[in-house]
């Protein structure tokens, strides 16, 4: 479903990302890994058309996306939860979601999001702002699937969320990919989550991916190594 080959990100002369191989397969999670400062965010913005690629290429499905803008590969189904949510605050939850249909054409917000999100159809007048962290990162995951995608990137959504609404995430997670059959990438620092929701589990150290192995047999101590140098 994503195909990311050779994969080269900068900013400037400084290169961050040095040729980055990795796929995932339809209806398949992958968790990547790393510490602060390793490039995963860089990584969820480059493959969200929000840094460009300076080399190697990303395909969803048989389509090249690697240089188009955000908004065509929205189109093409990407969809993308970044780091620090970015709800818009003003606008109220169903607003906010609604944000995430032009791309489908549709005008009211699915029941299957509210099914997903209870919370959210009981705050759907409430204003985005005035949400709890966790109900704000729940909001922005309904926004990306307004858009009806075939690959979700979520940047650190663990970030600042109490662990009881973490390990609530990794359910609806796991839901949103059995019902809808899309495949997720998630950046993330919390082993304990990815190991709840990832099929696979990479690490990104120093722009490279270093580790790459299936959560069956996933060597816990080794992957909390990489996260604690």
Known sequence: M?????????????EVLHGL????????IIAIMGRNGMG????MKSLMGIVPASGGNAMVGDTDITAMKSYDRVARGIAYVPQGRMIFSTMTVRENIETGLTVSGKTKVPLDIYELFPVLLEMKGRRGGNLSGGQQQQLAIARAL?????????????????????????RTLKRIRDERGLSIVVSEQVLSFALDVADRVLVLENGRLVHD??????????????LSV
């Open 2 to 14: 994503l195909n990311v080959s050779n994969y080269h990100v900068a900013y400037g002369q400084s």
């Open 213 to 226: 192995e299936p959560r069956a047999s996933v060597d816990e101590a080794k992957v909390a190594a990489f």
């Open 40 to 43: 995963k965010t860089t990584l």
């Open 146 to 170: 307004a858009t009806d995608p075939k690959v979700l990137l979520l940047d650190e959504p663990t970030e600042g969320i109490q662990p009881s609404i973490i390990r609530e995430m990794a």
């Open 21 to 28: 191989d990795f796929a995932v397969a339809p209806g398949e």
